[in-house]
């Protein structure tokens, strides 16, 4: 079965620090792997994926994850955090084993920026 | 495109009541999963309907039930509500089967439900 874990219920950095992120997941076939992001009061949205090729992946406002398939981990990094970062992080794991297979969600990491 | 919306936005109800919530996909999307937020319990996967069909179904008491039109638009209910169900209800859309071959899901804003 699939599983997602993120390290950390919340995480504090300081505007300007390197932002990271951890996920780990479980999955018998190669997966696809995704970040998205919640902001106070909305919806979530997709910050990148991964599916096939490239492992670093590159996505929406300065972050970027890397799928290491021997660490089963898929982190998300930003070089340097900026106060409109302060939000929740989910991690969500996707595999094709068979058509009924659905996205597991991780319980998420809510980040915070200090001034 | 519009994206995902959902009504109502923010719904009041007492124990025991029941609710619809509805939810319609970007244009083009035949896909429709519902999530259920709650600071406790994290998102939690409701279920998930392609082309008017449940595809998958998350660990849910039978209370919680959905359907999918033949426009895509979705709607779950939720019968005889208890105080544990006041929680965020978000739908997501994709053109396919959420995640699958990588397929984006677009959120829409969500629901606030408060049972008293």
């Known amino acids: 079965a699939q599983s997602v874990t993120q390290l950390g219920s919340h995480v504090s950095v300081s505007e300007g620090a390197l932002v990271l992120l951890r996920c780990n997941y479980s999955s018998s076939v190669p997966p696809y792997l995704f970040w998205y992001v919640q902001y106070p009061n909305q919806g979530l949205q997709l910050l990148l994926k991964?599916?096939?090729?490239?492992?670093l992946v590159k996505g929406i406002n300065g972050f970027e994850a890397e799928f290491k398939k021997s660490e089963t981990s898929f982190h998300l990094t930003k070089p340097s955090a900026h106060m409109s970062d302060a939000a929740e992080y989910f991690c969500a794991v996707r595999s094709l084993r068979n058509r009924d297979d659905k996205i597991i969600f991780g319980k998420g990491t809510r980040l915070h920026i200090l001034p | 495109k519009a994206g995902v919306t959902q009504t109502p936005r923010y719904l009041i109800k007492t124990r025991g009541q029941q609710v619809t919530l509805s939810c319609s996909p970007i244009?083009?999307?035949?896909?429709v999963s519902w999530y259920q937020q709650t600071p406790g319990q994290g998102l939690q996967f409701l279920f998930e309907y392609f082309s008017e069909t449940q595809r998958n179904k998350g660990n849910f008491p039978g209370r919680f039930s959905g359907r999918q039109f033949s426009n895509s638009r979705s709607e779950m209910n939720v019968s005889t509500l208890e105080l544990g169900d006041s929680a965020l209800y978000l739908c997501?859309?994709?053109?396919?089967?959420?995640?699958?071959?990588?397929?984006?899901?677009?959120f829409g804003p969500g629901t606030r439900l408060l049972v008293l």
């Open positions: 997501a859309s994709s053109s396919g089967l959420a995640g699958g071959l990588g397929e984006t899901q677009y």
């Open positions: 991964y599916t096939t090729g490239a492992t």
């Open positions: 244009s083009g999307h035949r896909s």
